[in-house]
């Protein structure tokens, strides 16, 4: 009996320590970020209906944990939360609600759950449905807490869609996605912020980010794909312009992989942008 109870009580703290390794390696987290081009009828063959169910498949195939979607209008939210079984999203239209483009996160309810959501205008009114400075359009930054069911880590997403004009607005739009970062995480769990950010590396916007965040990209220990993640829809054409990233915090998240991803079916692709997926270790 004796022995019995020893070995009971060997088996508990054997299982609480592995627990404890797992808790103190971190938990592995697949991120993908997809600007999915609106759905616009003057886009042809390469319109919506056409690739909607490519989309879509390529996203399941590829089984990103976190999907932020960018240029994501009410219908094409429908399709893709039809679509995405085991999914659930977060996240509001740029022009209210269920109205305009979304930059929303799509998230695994199998393995997440979801704390603390909200989306914000990149303007100087960030609560409220606005223009900022010298932005073209409206644009927003959604987020959301998440928690991981098995670990019970905490971790921060943000996804957004910078405007392709304002350079002012652009900056500025950083600024305040920033700002809310500092005001929201006083846990100081890991950040992810990720999006279309319509401004290649060597801009002032992505050189100003690196200075508190990593460029998953240039901190991932393997990078796989094309460097640009523009493709326009042209098959045939090389894809140089990056503009599409994911970053995260300096110290408590470890890249393992980076990639662009380009599958095209019969010479067309998905959309007019590559999804970038992250593998990341989160601590």
Same mark, same amino acid.
């Given at each position: ?48 209906p056409n ?32 679509? &995405?079984? =085991?999914?659930?999203? /977060? ?6 609600? !269920?109205? *305009?483009? #979304? ?63 304002g350079h002012?607005?652009? &900056?500025? =739009?950083?600024?305040? /996605? ?6 929201? !995480?006083? *846990?100081? #769990? ?94």
């Amino acid at each position: 009996m004796k022995y019995n109870i020893l070995v009971c009580f060997t088996l508990i703290l054997s299982i609480m320590s592995c627990n404890n390794e797992i808790k103190k390696e971190g938990q592995n987290l697949k991120v993908m970020t997809y600007n999915i081009r609106l759905d616009v009828a003057s886009d042809g063959d390469n319109a919506w209906p056409n690739r909607k169910e490519f989309l879509s498949t390529q996203v399941l195939f590829n089984s990103p944990d976190i999907l932020g979607v960018q240029e994501a209008k009410p219908n094409q939210m429908a399709d893709l939360k039809r679509a &995405l079984t =085991g999914y659930k999203a /977060i996240g509001v239209g740029r022009d209210g609600e !269920n109205i *305009g483009e #979304f930059s929303a996160i799509f998230y695994n309810t199998e393995k997440l759950k979801v704390e603390n959501e909200n989306t914000f205008w990149l303007s100087e009114t960030p609560n409220q449905i606005s223009k900022g400075w010298d932005a073209a359009y409206p644009r927003i930054c959604t987020y959301g807490l998440f928690t991981n069911l098995e670990s019970n880590t905490k971790f921060w997403v943000f996804n957004t869609h910078l405007d392709h004009k304002g350079h002012q607005a652009q &900056l500025q =739009g950083v600024a305040l /996605i920033q700002d809310k970062i500092s005001s929201l !995480n006083s *846990g100081d #769990f890991p950040v992810v912020l990720m999006g279309d950010f319509n401004v290649e590396p060597n801009s002032e916007l992505i050189l100003k980010l690196k200075q508190n965040m990593n460029d998953s990209k240039e901190v991932s220990k393997i990078s796989f794909g094309s460097n640009g993640t523009f493709n326009g829809f042209k098959f045939t054409e090389l894809v140089t312009r990056r503009i599409d990233y994911i970053f995260v915090s300096k110290n408590n998240v470890e890249v393992k992989k980076y990639g662009v991803l380009s599958s095209a079916v019969d010479l067309k692709y998905a959309s007019d942008h590559f999804p970038v997926l992250t593998e990341l270790v989160i601590k």
